[in-house]
């Protein structure tokens, strides 16, 4: 099925393109919390809820475009967690760091996990305990890998308004720092590119479960600030703790 899962996240990718490119408009709109939302968002959605319940009907989907109430899922001890466009904000400053993110999460764990950067045409892929990256036609296996000083990749939309992080930087030690936008950041530790990322403000469900299944099939940790993994079981909320992804 992972196959399968990437040719979907391609087909969202295509979609998403075509409003990138400006062969559709963009139709940017604001949701209740005033994040961003646009016509690429909305297609991909389209597209991955039509091609999850084709693949897998019997196993419901918790979408960011159209989340499920809290009492239809709160029994889910299986389900597919999408963000049909992980970076809206980078997808309309045209950086090209945005990604289609699938999961597969069950008993509150991502067993399967998608991330397709459609710009890059980079994809990465993770299932049964493995993780890939997909470029220029070559599919490798990944891994994470130590690095002195390391690498410590945060996030771009939120690098100068944290002061939490700015604190924990400045107490790391010697490091270099990368900004890159969406899901990206956890596949960059993933690959070996990177060594840590922190993050300490909001994060959704739907923005971390993709690259969190990548990062652990990779070797990575991904751990509350607490020390305690990530949980996925639904719960009424969708935001998640702080966490940070590392290879020790």
């Known amino acids: 099925m992972l196959e399968q899962i990437c040719q979907l996240s391609r087909k969202a990718g295509d979609a998403i393109m075509q409003v990138y490119n400006g062969e559709t408009p963009a139709d940017i709109t604001h949701k209740s919390d005033d994040s961003p939302v646009t ?78 950067a459609p710009v890059l045409d980079v994809l990465y892929s993770a299932a049964d305990g493995k993780a890939w990256k997909e470029e220029g036609g070559h599919k490798t296996q990944i891994h994470v890998a130590d690095a002195r000083p390391p690498l410590v990749v945060i996030s771009r939309s939120h690098a100068d308004s944290d002061p939490e992080l700015k604190e924990y930087l400045a107490q790391l030690g010697e490091h270099q720092t990368v900004s890159i936008g969406s899901s990206l950041k956890f596949c960059l530790v993933a690959e070996g590119k990177a060594q840590l990322y922190p993050r300490f403000g909001p994060t959704n469900i739907w923005d971390t479960g993709a690259g969190h299944a990548v990062a652990i099939a990779a070797g990575a940790h991904v751990h509350d600030w607490k020390g305690q993994t990530l949980d996925y079981t639904p719960r009424e909320s969708f935001l998640n703790p702080g966490f940070r992804v590392s290879m020790f």
Do not use: C
């Open 39 to 116: 016509a690429a968002d909305i297609a991909a959605h389209h597209i991955i809820i039509a091609g999850l319940r084709e693949l897998d009907a019997e196993t419901p989907v918790l979408s960011e475009e159209d989340p499920a109430s809290w009492e239809e899922r709160q029994h889910w001890q299986r389900y597919w967690l999408v963000d049909p466009l992980d970076g809206t904000k980078e997808f309309i400053k045209r950086n090209g760091e945005f990604t289609v993110n699938i999961a597969l999460i069950e008993h509150g764990k991502p067993v399967m996990g998608v991330v397709y």
